[in-house]
């Protein structure tokens, strides 16, 4: 079950990537018996932090507020999924009110804790809140940490920043950036478009042609 669903930014023949800039997949839900939910009861009361995040998961969506509680004791105790489950909750309005501060203070808690996919997710989701309230100064870093820790969509919204920076100001300190994060997208998932267009924009002219089009994220 997913909380809320992926895109895996992808490539085109033209070098359009159709992804939104951010939705990633949570931890697998199973579908547990009655006595693995009473052994995840025990362990979340004797403070385990996965089995936490695992019971918030069995209770979501049919009960999104106890799945809440769940996750908010999960994150007290330091679990990345809990503190980035209970951010997306406050930021949807699904078992807690809409509270847009306090999705981001533990989306990026979940960020900052540097566990695992969790980490990478919030911090790409992160930067995405701080773009969205036009604050790059912000968003860049989390961007950068999401992209180091595998997250191929921060990747390429890195590359997408940075093909503006370009297209208006073409020079050598403008590009490298573009070719990075180009080269850590492909690393990541080893998609063939974006390795291709990785590879293409280190030619002769390669450049230009991937300026020419229009990135749409």
Known sequence: MKLFYFCAATLSLLWTISCPAYAQP?????????????QW??????NEPTACTQLGLHYFPNQ????????QHACHLNDAWGCYQMGEQYR???????DPKLALQWIRKACLLKQNQASAIACNDAGYLYEQDNNSAAALPLYDSACQ???QTACMNLVKYHSKRYQQDPS????????RYFDLACATQKQTQ???????????????LIMRQQFRI
């Open 172 to 179: 050598n300190d403008n590009a490298i950036p573009v070719q």
């Open 149 to 151: 820790m595998g997250d």
């Open 64 to 71: 999104p507020k106890r799945a809440f509680g769940y996750w």
């Open 194 to 208: 974006i390795c291709a267009a990785a590879t293409a924009i280190k030619q002769p002219g390669g450049m230009t």
């Open 26 to 38: 949570t931890p697998k839900q199973t579908n547990p018996n009655s006595d693995t939910v009473i």
């Open 92 to 98: 949807h309005g699904i078992g807690a009110p809409t």
């Open 41 to 46: 009861q025990q362990a979340c009361a004797n």
